[in-house]
Structures are given as structure tokens and as C-alpha cells.
């Protein structure tokens, strides 16, 4: 059931999309080789406990911390340990959320941590573009499948795979609410956008293989081919208008390309 959200409702959930705003600021200043990934994930607790909010992750199924930290050919999911230190040359998928009176908000992205080789510095630069332009698609009167497409066709002309394991999702009260966004799909088709919903919309792109396994820890998703893999994350709420990015840095309406 798709539960359509009031300005009320919206205006919490961008409370949150402003907190991890602030959080991915952080990250893009504390990500350093040498920093491990329990380190990543304290300094982001913190944060989200002093400006009055909770993560969303932690406990969430089980899951032990409040980032999900995802090394080079993992794909989302991993999880922070004091053992994993980043080092020249990584990437690193940074997944956060977190809760403000019950609202959820929801955002990732991918770091580079120095100089990348060409096309891995390509992977994180196409899957960044094909949100853009899902979330171009983010208006009334749009299908599900035109946010879809977007991504898919963007991602594969570059020679890059979708993952089709993972898809984003509606938020609101939950994590995770309806309807799932498939990064793959066909234009003109599913369901229509209408003013009031809110989308997580999150591609999860590969150098190889879309094909991915998941860890003994029982969380960690990798892909099988052992290409490395990108992600990146908003929350977007459906207006009469122009989308409205939650997580964007200074919480405004966007201008969709």
C-alpha cells in the first residue's frame, strides 16, 4: 500500500534528509586512508544522537552498527569493524539513515579515497548521474518505470551492470514502506507518481556483473565477479512540481535536469 505523506509528514522527513546531509559532509572530511570503517561508523552515531535523532540502521533485522560500509567489490551492506582500515586507492560506499519522530530518511554515496583509475573513477561518476536523472523523472504523472529506466539506460550505455538483487523503496514511518524502485525497467510502465510520495531511489552499479553473493556475516553483499561496485542515494519526495531532494545539502526543491 502506498501511503501518500502530508507537508507535516514531509517537512520530518526532511528534519532527517538535513541531519545526513550534515553526516555525509562529515564523511567527506573524516574518510582518509587509515580511518577504519568502525571509526566511520562512531563518528556518525554520535552525530545523529547529538542533533536528536536515531539511526536508522542499527538493530534494523539484526543489523549491528548505524553506517553501512562497503568496500570496493561490496556492494551494500557491509558492516563496520575496528579491523577493516581504508588505503589509498579504495572506494567506499557509505549507506545512513536515520529516524526523527518516527520518520524515516534514507541516503548513501560512494568516496574515493586518491587517485582512481580512469574507469573506476568512471563507474562512481555514471552511477551518481543515473540518480540524477531518476530523480529527474520524479514528477506527477510519471510511471515508476520512467525512474527506473532512467538509471538502467545510463548505467549499461557506459558499460556498467545494474544490480537487480537490491532495488530502491518508498519511506515514510518505515525503513522500508511501497512501492519497491527496480533500478531496471521499462519507460511508460508501473505504477504513477503522485504528489505526496516519498522514494528512496538508489542504484547500485557494477564494473562487471550485476550478479551479486552475500558474505557469512550474512549481510555483506559482493558481487561475484569481484568487480568493484557503486551506490548512491536520496530521498525524494514527489511534489506538484520539481522534485524535492530531503537529503540534499541544503534541503531545497531541485531543479531536475
Known sequence: ???????????????????????MARLREIVKPGISTLEIDQEIEALIARRGAKPAFK???????TVCTSINEEVVHGIPS????????????????CVVDGYYADAAFTLAL??????????LRVTKESLDLAIAQCRPGRRLGDVSSAVQHHVEAAGFG??????GHGIGRALHEDPQIPNFGEPGKGMLLKPGMVLA?????????WEVRILPDRWTAVTVDGGWAAHFEHTVAITEGD??????????????A
Do not use: C, H, N
Request: negative net charge; charged residues 25%.
Open 243 to 256: 522534485p524535492d531532494i530531503l537529503t540534499a545539502p541544503d534541503g531545497s526543491r531541485a531543479q531536475a
Open 1 to 23: 500500500m502506498i501511503v501518500l505523506k502530508s507537508a507535516r509528514e514531509i517537512a520530518l522527513m526532511r528534519a532527517g534528509g538535513q541531519i545526513l546531509a550534515e553526516a
Open 162 to 167: 545494474v544490480v537487480r538483487a537490491f532495488v
Open 82 to 97: 575496528a579491523a577493516r582500515r581504508l588505503k589509498e586507492e579504495d572506494i567506499i560506499g557509505l549507506d545512513l539513515g
Open 201 to 209: 531511489i538508489e542504484p547500485m552499479v557494477t564494473m562487471g556483473s
Open 114 to 123: 586518491g587517485d582512481l583509475p580512469p574507469r573506476v573513477a568512471e563507474l
Open 59 to 65: 538493530g534494523y533485522r539484526g543489523f549491528p552498527a
